[in-house]
């Protein structure tokens, strides 16, 4: 049986479709939107929507698309409370606390995981997030790494395998014996339950040339290849992500003016992870206006994970694009929906054209704005994901 309905009396509607409202993001005043079987099969003025349809008046409120975070660290356990309270007390940032949680990690449970990955993915729910990656990195050996990612594929369909995060403890010594294993025994594990694979290329991590033998490993398996690049420090990757087509590069904290060029005229997304500058009290931000500025494609994601940005809120991530990186609220909120879905080579969500997902957030605000003027502050009333609703305050009939 076909289930429609329709939300009316929406202040701004954000549809990401600029030939449907106005200005980049789309926007449709006293708007209303129709659902039908979980898509999106009409929008328009409140006063034009069909009259047969069931209606819900949602109060002269934003309905905007649901955020897409196309970079999430959730499959972990333990806690690194003590090591941020360490870094905020001046001690700097180095990538070798991921070794701490990859302990805890592979002493833990396949349901301690799942309920971990779930508590977060219900915060990010509550913050109006309706798809999500998640990437393993955690295990570093190929039984954990393993199970990290069949519970990941339990809970979503974009999943990343990060064998690649650092190297794991026991081969320290010898890094190039623990590529040997991720792009051996471990991927031949790990690639049936992803879609992706990652590498941390950065100091402390992998080299450019390490890098880009473990892509190119997971390319032959049919992964699609994404990059965490230039968080610590500049390197020489952006090329070499660009070359193997990665749908992203995440992080970017330090860029050179021909990368940001390089950057502008590929299909490689530049993922801006804010959330990990300000926890880890990185010296400046990414360079999000000059990539904007320039052409690129650009992405936001909180960058969930125990270590460096231990947030999943979007609009905190938006908050610190406008006010760090020089931003506008709507380059920022198109970055936080549409720009993920890109980062993700997908066209059916991060916007709110007919056919797409009926994936959407409803804001206690009368503007979208409000995500980045009212920092801080728990704005999402309700989110539907394929057109069911995942998170409500209950604050609509």
């Given at each position: 049986?076909?289930?429609?309905?329709?939300?009316?009396?929406?202040?701004?509607?954000?549809?990401?479709?600029?030939?449907?409202?106005?200005?980049?993001?789309?926007?449709?005043?006293?708007?209303?939107?129709?659902?039908?079987d979980g898509i999106v099969s009409w929008v328009g003025q409140s006063s034009q929507a069909d009259s047969s349809v069931a209606k819900t008046d949602v109060g002269g409120r934003s309905l905007i698309p649901?955020?897409?975070?196309?970079?999430?660290?959730?499959?972990?356990?333990?806690?690194?409370s003590e090591e941020f309270a360490a870094r905020m007390a001046g001690v700097p940032y180095s990538a070798g606390g991921i070794?701490?949680?990859?302990?805890?990690?592979?002493?833990?449970?396949?349901?301690?995981l799942r309920t971990v990955a779930q508590s977060m993915i219900k915060e990010m729910q509550e913050s109006g997030t309706t798809t999500i990656e998640i990437k393993?990195?955690?295990?570093?050996?190929?039984?954990?790494?393993?199970r990290s990612l069949r519970i990941a594929a339990e809970l979503t369909d974009e999943?990343?395998?990060?064998?690649?995060?650092?190297?794991?403890?026991?081969?320290?010594a010898n890094p190039d014996a623990y590529?040997?294993?991720?792009?051996?025994?471990?991927?031949?594990?790990?690639?049936?339950?992803?879609?992706?694979?990652?590498?941390?290329?950065?100091?402390g991590a992998f080299t450019t040339e390490q890098s880009r033998r473990i892509l190119e490993a997971g390319i032959k398996k049919g992964l699609h290849p994404r990059i965490h690049l230039n968080q610590l420090e500049q390197g020489d990757g952006v090329a070499m992500a660009i070359e193997l087509d990665c749908a992203s590069a995440d992080h970017l904290t330090y860029l050179t003016d021909?990368?940001?060029?390089?950057?502008?005229?590929?299909?490689?997304?530049?993922?801006?992870?804010?959330?990990?500058d300000f926890s880890t009290r990185a010296p400046h931000y990414p360079r999000g206006r000059d990539l904007l500025d320039a052409g690129a494609a650009v992405a936001l994601s909180p960058d969930c994970n125990p270590g460096s940005s231990f947030t999943t809120n979007m609009p905190f991530c938006i908050a610190l694009a406008v006010r760090?990186?020089?931003?506008?609220?709507?380059?920022?909120?198109f970055a936080a929906t549409m720009g993920g879905a890109i980062a993700l080579r997908r066209d059916d969500i991060g916007h709110l054209s007919i056919g797409a997902r009926a994936n959407f957030a409803l804001l206690n605000a009368p503007s979208y704005i409000h995500l980045a003027y009212r920092p801080g502050v728990p704005l999402i009333s309700t989110t539907w994901k394929d057109g069911n609703v995942i998170f409500t305050k209950g604050d609509i009939a």
């Open positions: 049986m076909t289930k429609s309905f329709t939300l009316t009396n929406i202040s701004q509607l954000v549809t990401n479709n600029s030939a449907l409202g106005d200005g980049q993001l789309g926007v449709i005043n006293d708007a209303a939107i129709t659902v039908t649901g955020f897409v975070d196309s970079h999430s660290h959730i499959m972990f356990a333990g806690d690194r070794k701490v949680t990859t302990e805890a990690t592979r002493k833990a449970s396949d349901a301690e393993s990195g955690y295990g570093l050996d190929v039984a954990t790494e393993e999943v990343t395998y990060l064998g690649a995060h650092v190297v794991a403890p026991e081969f320290a590529v040997d294993l991720v792009v051996g025994e471990m991927l031949k594990a790990c690639a049936p339950h992803s879609k992706w694979i990652d590498v941390f290329c950065d100091r021909d990368d940001i060029s390089a950057l502008a005229a590929s299909s490689t997304v530049a993922g801006l992870v804010p959330g990990a760090e990186m020089h931003m506008t609220v709507d380059e920022s909120l």
